[in-house]
């Protein structure tokens, strides 16, 4: 799991890095261009040219070093700093002819967008901005032709690099949010996998103790009798030796019911539900009403069986409910689980902190949901409790599971 989440950790660091990189030898490759079509006379000729070659031959170095080693944390910022290095070189270098270099100030703000940074993001568009404009205004003060006058012209193209430092800061808060996300669901995965394995554990130690301490135990006894009564036959021990019996089947019964249960594959959903429901009302004393409706043998009919087993289970649990309402219907391609209850209410948001303290059961029950294109929402009901509803689509593809 460390390797997976370092993968995809690596991932969202690096191929940004060579998306700017490729980016940032696309804009060189047109201001080359630019400069060469506009034909504009530079401070220092020799200078900028030096730059500008040498600048794409690094950015083409560099996006080769990306593809072939894994991410660090400083390659970020080491070429951000670059490029405001190379652009105040290349500014100084071409003089009153900045304005062919419009189209660079745009690699400031991007330099640094995917770096999940808004606020830097803003502030270098900001500075790109204003720099630009306060360049113009020293060569407007030299220049006896201009008369201290800045070209509109001008103003129109700094008002387009602040509107694109407007939507470069959007586009990294958004990145930024979309990252943090990204990890936080690795981060809950993790946790979730680990506490799985240890609740299988746990689960298989309970089922052996079961099944040694009921059924063996009995089957034990049983033989005891049996061999009593081949040399002392009684009705009395024929009695304790069919009892042990059926308690024996009755108890096995009730472990291979809680394993699969076998309504569910003979009778289908909506009786395995109702069946639930029962003996729920029959173990806890709490009333339920239900509302089920004939919803054949939908693909995830395991999933939501185990949904309603869950959601009934953790209602008794944790909401101290008196009354609880299950309802099951068919919709358009998929198929609706609702249970209802008039408890303390629920909020969806401590799942990742259930997880962390070992409870397994309602945070893999919402990732099986979705993993099969289906969904769980929470809500509160009305009149108080919690309404939980389950959508799971009738067909699933071979890549889902249950």
Request: charged share 20%; hydrophobic share 50%; aromatic share 8%.
């Amino acid at each position: 799991m460390r390797r997976l989440g370092g993968r995809v950790l690596d991932f969202l660091t690096i191929e940004p890095l060579r998306i700017r990189s490729i980016l940032r030898l696309i804009l060189i490759a047109l201001i080359a261009l630019l400069v060469h079509y506009t034909k504009v006379e530079h401070r220092n000729d020799a200078v900028f040219t030096a730059v500008l070659i040498a600048y794409a031959v690094g950015a083409v170095a560099w996006l080769i070093f990306l593809i072939k080693n894994p991410a660090r944390w400083w390659f970020g910022w080491a070429s951000t700093f670059t490029d405001v290095a190379i652009v105040l070189v290349l500014c100084i270098a071409s003089g009153p002819a900045t304005i062919s270099l419009y189209p660079i100030f745009f690699l400031l703000p991007i330099s640094v967008a995917f770096l999940d940074s808004p606020v830097i993001t803003g502030l270098l568009g900001l500075s790109a901005s204003f720099g630009y404009l306060l360049a113009w205004a020293a060569y407007a003060t030299q220049d006896q032709e201009m008369g201290g006058t800045i070209p509109a012209l001008v103003y129109v193209q700094v008002g387009c690099l602040l509107w694109f430092t407007a939507a470069i800061t959007a586009l990294s808060f958004t990145l930024a949010r979309r990252r943090a996300r990204v990890l936080g669901l690795l981060d809950v995965r993790r946790r979730l996998i680990a506490e799985s394995m240890r609740a299988d554990e746990r689960n298989n130690r309970e089922l052996s103790e079961h099944l040694h301490d009921g059924p063996l135990q009995n089957l034990l006894a049983a033989r005891l009798d049996l061999d009593e009564l081949r040399d002392n036959p009684s009705p009395e021990g024929f009695d304790r030796l069919d009892a042990a019996l059926r308690e024996t089947v009755t108890a096995l019964r009730t472990t291979v019911a809680t394993l699969h249960p076998q309504v569910l594959s003979q009778l289908g959903l909506t009786a395995a539900v109702r069946d639930l429901t029962q003996r729920f009302q029959q173990r806890w004393g709490t009333p339920v009403q239900a509302d089920l409706e004939d919803v054949g043998r939908p693909d995830a009919q395991a999933l939501i069986h185990r949904a309603a087993r869950e959601l009934l289970s953790n209602a008794h649990k944790h909401s101290r409910a008196t009354s609880l309402e299950v309802k099951l219907h068919r919709r358009p391609g998929g198929t609706v689980l609702q249970v209802s209850d008039d408890g303390v209410g629920f909020d969806p948001a401590i799942l990742a902190r259930r997880v962390s303290e070992g409870h397994i059961g309602l945070a893999s029950l919402v990732v099986a949901v979705e993993a099969v294109g289906g969904s769980m929402d929470f809500s509160p009901h009305p009149g108080g409790g919690t309404l939980v509803k389950v959508t799971v689509p009738d067909q699933l593809g071979s890549d889902h599971f249950t």
